[in-house]
């Protein structure tokens, strides 16, 4: 299987203060057609998992523009450039590229 | 508007049975991959099971096979995960998921499964 390592674990934050997360697979995500199966989630407390970023760098719908996603190969972003108290929660990546699909441990936003 | 809605959950002694319910209302079901993901109290998130648009393709991840089961009623917009052989590392809340690698995707608020003696 995929292990999908994430850093750092517990991120405090200022708020308005840029934020971001690493993601790193054992494996490459590439399929036979270049496509890069490495997704980003959001989960906030109490509530599911809602998905930011498919494909590495495509935002999905409803996601604020100061959420970025880059990355390639192995290697991958999270960016938040300003982050707001709507941001608290836990981020993870995933990928699709290989069954099964695995998720990183997660990374624990807060506000300092 | 796409709506996902687990139920089923419970508690249950260790080698015992539950089957996992998720109705979907607001899109054609039929037209879509779902899936099971869990998430054990506390804990991260874990891929369970994948079924294809017309149920010809499943898969499950290691740690269920044998002992877990998804199927779907594309009649009655239904998906569902029969659960054998309960374990208490099965402990987790249960989410259906209308996931897509393109499109957007949806998940249910998902249902607790508790393993215990």
């Known amino acids: 299987d995929i292990v999908m390592t994430q850093s750092p674990l517990s991120l405090p934050v200022t708020l308005g203060q840029p934020a971001s997360i690493s993601c790193r697979s054992s494996?490459?995500?590439?399929?036979?057609?270049?496509?890069?199966?490495l997704n980003w989630f959001q989960q906030r407390p109490g509530q599911s998992p809602r998905r930011l970023f498919y494909?590495?760098?495509n935002r999905d719908s409803g996601v604020p523009d100061r959420f970025s996603g880059s990355g390639s190969g192995t290697d991958f972003t999270l960016k938040i450039s300003r982050v707001e108290a709507e941001d608290v929660g836990i981020y993870y990546c995933?990928?699709?590229?290989?069954?099964?699909?695995?998720f990183g441990q997660g990374t624990k936003l807060e506000i300092k | 508007e796409v709506q996902l809605v687990e139920s089923g959950g419970g508690l249950v002694q260790p080698g015992g049975s539950l089957r996992l319910s998720c109705a979907a209302s607001?899109?054609?079901?039929?037209?879509?991959?779902m899936s099971w993901v869990r998430q054990a109290p506390g804990k991260g998130l874990e891929w369970v099971a994948n079924?294809?648009?017309?149920?010809?393709?499943?898969r499950y991840v290691d740690s269920v096979k044998g002992r877990f089961s998804i199927s779907r009623d594309n009649a009655q917009n239904s998906l569902y995960l029969q659960m054998n052989s309960l374990r208490v590392e099965d402990t987790a809340v249960y989410y259906c998921?209308?996931?897509?690698?393109?499109?957007?995707?949806?998940w249910g608020q998902g249902t607790l499964v508790s393993v215990s003696s």
């Open positions: 998921a209308r996931a897509s690698r393109t499109q957007r995707e949806f």
């Open positions: 607001g899109y054609t079901f039929s037209r879509y991959w």
């Open positions: 079924m294809k648009e017309d149920g010809s393709e499943k």
């Open positions: 494996q490459s995500l590439v399929d036979s057609d270049g496509n890069t199966f």
């Open positions: 494909k590495v760098s």
């Open positions: 995933m990928q699709g590229a290989h069954w099964p699909y695995t």
